[in-house]
């Protein structure tokens, strides 16, 4: 194992920190208040080449992998982006990028990928509904087969990023629950393009990152061709698979990203703070708290790196996912702690939206739930890492 950086690898972390000290705590701040999506920096990343790490250079990308698109998000959070750099990675390259890449024919690559690599295309995931949830067998939208097309009817929530993105992955069945050989067969991925007269999305009010909006949409009687169709007809779980491992991965980045910018927030403000003639930072009390909670990010942050570099390495699925779904239940965890603590040592300042902690607080509190829960990692681990009963 080698735990030295390329001369490359470094440059991508410069690059990042240098992009981060345009677009620090505060311009994210301000898109917030704003209610405003970040486009100036996803055009900054699209020059930067941060929106092709995972697309190989014939389709506009720079070919380079997961590991290098985690240092370079990693950074970008850590120096103040918070979460929000990972997760608009998500909509940017995840959602589209590998989707397309991995089960796309060669006119959807050519069509999308280019768009994508250079963040002129913003791809949203369909996935999520009311009575499904992180039970994707019970998907309930259906893709009806007329003549050449497709007919789409359903409804989808949660889905992030609908009103700035020009496509979308929709998730849908092809052939109903009961009818399927086994509840794993029978649903289908389709690229359609957005704005779409048939597909309605109203936006979720909700906690926080009001950058990105979250939507609900209807889906009433949408006709796509046939070449809209994303991979196999019916085998759209296994494709979804495909990226879930890089989504968990990336969801762990955004955690570490906001761990980290929350405990260097706290240790200048205790550097600074001085109470009865001294600097707060040297109580053990306060310093006690903040090294332990960094301590566990940067252990969960090799997790990440490993699981990164064996998702690039194109180690067998389940091993990935092994360790994507470890990388995502322990930055979170690390995340959480770190941003409690953080406020804990700003006291009322934490409060404060000028001093950022507060927003990071609301933050971390999505890693906790999205894209998986916690409590779906720790049923992962333990049935298919420990070998227990299914629990569910």
């Not at 001085?274 to 090294?291: D, Y």
């Not at 770190?338 to 939206?353: N, P, R």
């Not at 933050?363 to 681990?381: D, F, G, H, K, S």
Request: net charge negative; with cysteine; charged share 20%.
């Amino acid at each position: 194992m080698d735990f030295d950086l390329s001369d490359e690898q470094r440059m991508i972390v410069d690059t990042a920190d240098k992009i981060a000290r345009t677009f620090g705590a505060d311009y994210w701040l301000e898109k917030e208040n704003r209610h405003e999506f970040p486009q100036d920096f996803m055009d900054e990343l699209g020059r930067a080449g941060f929106l092709g790490f995972c697309i190989p250079e014939e389709y506009g990308g720079n070919g380079l992998g997961m590991t290098e698109a985690s240092l370079a998000f990693e950074a970008l959070g850590a120096k103040g982006g918070g979460a929000a750099p990972g997760l608009l990675y998500l909509l940017a390259s995840v959602f589209g990028g590998l989707s397309v890449f991995n089960h796309g024919n060669e006119a959807q690559k050519r069509a999308y990928l280019p768009r994508i690599a250079s963040g002129r295309l913003l791809v949203s995931l369909g996935l999520t509904e009311p009575d499904a949830g992180s039970n994707t067998m019970n998907t309930r939208t259906f893709a009806r087969k007329d003549g050449d097309d497709y007919v789409i009817n359903g409804n989808k929530i949660f889905i992030s990023g609908v009103e700035n993105a020009g496509a979308i992955v929709l998730v849908t069945r092809t052939t109903k629950k009961e009818d399927a050989e086994k509840k794993s067969l029978g649903l289908s991925l389709f690229l359609v393009d957005l704005p779409q007269a048939a597909i309605r999305h109203t936006e979720i009010p909700k906690h926080a990152g009001d950058y990105i909006g979250t939507y609900e949409l209807g889906i009433d009687d949408l006709r796509v061709p046939h070449s809209a169709l994303l991979g196999q007809e019916g085998l759209g779980w296994y494709h979804v698979l495909d990226t879930l491992n890089p989504e968990r991965i990336i969801a762990a980045v955004a955690a570490l990203g906001v761990g980290k910018a929350a405990v260097y927030q706290a240790v200048r403000y205790a550097n600074q703070r001085e109470v009865f003639g001294r600097a707060i930072g040297s109580h053990q009390g306060i310093q006690f708290p903040l090294a332990a909670a960094y301590n566990k990010l940067e252990c969960a942050w090799l997790a990440t790196l490993k699981a990164a570099t064996l998702y690039d390495k194109k180690a067998p699925q389940k091993k990935v996912g092994d360790v994507s779904n470890i990388a995502k239940f322990a930055a979170t965890e690390a995340a959480v702690e770190a941003v409690y603590h953080a406020m804990q040592t700003l006291g009322g300042y934490g409060f404060a939206k000028e001093y950022h902690i507060e927003r990071w607080w609301r933050e971390v509190q999505l890693m906790r739930l999205a894209p998986i829960t916690q409590q779906m990692t720790l049923n992962y681990t333990a049935e298919h890492i420990l070998g227990l009963p299914r629990s569910y």
